[in-house]
């Protein structure tokens, strides 16, 4: 079974780190590119950070820039994403997901931009920050 798993969320104060995981069963996550994207009550879904397959070249949201770090550990077939210097604008639920065909061809940038475009999504963990 296909499957791409989140985990690592949880309540963090401002200021605080985490460290979400997107685990893949079913098929090798390092062919694919990988994206990050957050949707938080009455907002839109945004893509905070994106990795493309065809160079491995990342892309992050302005809001997350220098804060955010994504990155794959193709052994494990998982995908992260460190979260520092959090802010309770950060909260919403985090999803991953994972692309085979257009990642391969187009930037990391445009990834985030195409949530679309992904062949499998991730359920989702919750990361609420407290002021």
């Known amino acids: 079974e296909v499957q791409l798993v989140e985990s690592g969320g949880g309540l963090v104060q401002a200021g605080g780190s985490l460290r979400l995981s997107c685990a893949a069963s079913?098929?090798?996550?390092?062919?694919?590119?990988i994206g990050w994207f957050r949707q938080a009550p009455g907002k839109e879904r945004e893509g905070v950070a994106c990795?493309?397959?065809?160079?491995?070249?990342?892309y992050y949201a302005n809001s997350v820039k220098g804060r955010f770090t994504i990155s794959r550990d193709n052994n494990k077939n998982t995908g992260y994403l460190q979260l520092n210097s959090l802010k309770p604008e950060d909260t919403a639920v985090y999803h991953c997901?994972?692309?085979?065909?257009?990642?391969?061809?187009?930037?990391?940038?445009?990834?985030?931009?195409?949530?679309?475009?992904?062949?499998?999504w991730g359920q989702g963990t919750q990361v609420t920050v407290s002021s």
């Open positions: 990795i493309s397959s065809s160079d491995g070249s990342t």
């Open positions: 997901a994972a692309d085979l065909t257009y990642g391969r061809i187009t930037s990391a940038q445009h990834m985030c931009e195409t949530p679309l475009r992904y062949d499998y």
């Open positions: 079913g098929f090798t996550l390092d062919d694919y590119a």
